[in-house]
T-cell receptor, first 113, second 109 residues
C-alpha cells in the first residue's frame, strides 16, 4: 500500500458526461500529480499541484481540469467525455515540488461508452 | 519540451540471463531518474532511482547507470526470474516527472 488513495476504483459513464476523480496523497506529501494511462500506453503526465498551487502542466485537454484543496486532496474533473478518454487515471504524490520519489495510487479505471 | 525516449519497447530474455533497458532525456536540467515496474492492472512501483551526482547505483540484481554528458541512463537486471516479467518505465525529473513509453519485459522459461 503506497498510502495514496484514489476513488472511485472503477467508473463507467456515457459520452458527453462529466466525472470527478478524487485523490488523497500520502500523509505529509504536498505534491499531487495526475497521469493518464491508456491501454498498452505509457504514463501521460497531465498536471501537478504543490500545496494548493498548480506547479506544472502537461498534455491536459481543455475539457479536463484539476485542483488541490487546502486539506491537500485533489480532484480531476473530466467533462464532455469521449470514447478516447477511456483510460486508467493515476494520482501520485511526493513530499517536495520535484526531484523526489513519487508514489502512485491504485488508479481509477474510467470506461466511456 | 521535455522528452524521455525508452528502448526497446519489448524485450524477451531467457530466465537467468540479463536484461538491459536504455533511456535518453532531453532536458539537461533533469536531476533525478527513477525506474518503475508495473505489473498488469496494477500501479507503477519504484524499483530503483539515481540522482545526477551519482554515476551508478546497485540494489541486489538491479543496477542503474547514468551518463549526464550523453543524457542517457540504463537499467540492468541480472539473473532474471519469472517475477521480473512486467512493464518497466524510466523517468526524468527536474520538477515534474516525465516518463518513457515503457518496456514490456518477458522472461522466457
Amino acid at each position: 500500500d503506497s498510502g495514496v488513495t484514489q476513488t472511485p476504483k472503477h467508473l463507467i459513464t456515457a459520452t458527453g458526461q462529466r466525472v470527478t476523480l478524487r485523490c488523497s496523497p500520502r500523509s505529509g506529501d504536498l505534491s499531487v500529480y495526475w497521469y493518464q494511462q491508456s491501454l498498452d500506453q505509457g504514463l501521460q503526465f497531465l498536471i501537478q499541484y504543490y500545496n494548493g498551487e498548480e506547479r506544472a502542466k502537461g498534455n491536459i485537454l481543455e475539457r479536463f481540469s484539476a485542483q488541490q484543496f487546502p486539506d491537500l486532496h485533489s480532484e480531476l474533473n473530466l467533462s464532455s467525455l469521449e470514447l478516447g478518454d477511456s483510460a486508467l487515471y493515476f494520482c501520485a504524490s511526493s513530499a517536495g515540488q520535484g526531484g523526489n520519489t513519487i508514489y502512485f495510487g491504485e488508479g481509477s479505471w474510467l470506461t466511456v461508452v | 519540451g521535455e522528452n524521455v525516449e525508452q528502448h526497446p519497447s519489448t524485450l524477451s530474455v531467457q530466465e537467468g540471463d540479463s536484461a538491459v533497458i536504455k533511456c535518453t532525456y532531453s532536458d539537461s536540467a533533469s536531476n533525478y531518474f527513477p525506474w518503475y515496474k508495473q505489473e498488469l492492472g496494477k500501479r507503477p512501483q519504484l524499483i530503483i532511482d539515481i540522482r545526477s551526482n551519482v554515476g551508478e547505483k546497485k540494489d541486489q540484481r538491479i543496477a542503474v547507470t547514468l551518463n549526464k554528458t550523453a543524457k542517457h541512463f540504463s537499467l540492468h537486471i541480472t539473473e532474471t526470474q519469472p517475477e521480473d516479467s512486467a512493464v518497466y518505465f524510466c523517468a526524468a525529473s527536474k520538477g515534474k516527472i516525465i516518463f518513457g513509453k515503457g518496456t514490456r519485459l518477458h522472461i522466457l522459461p
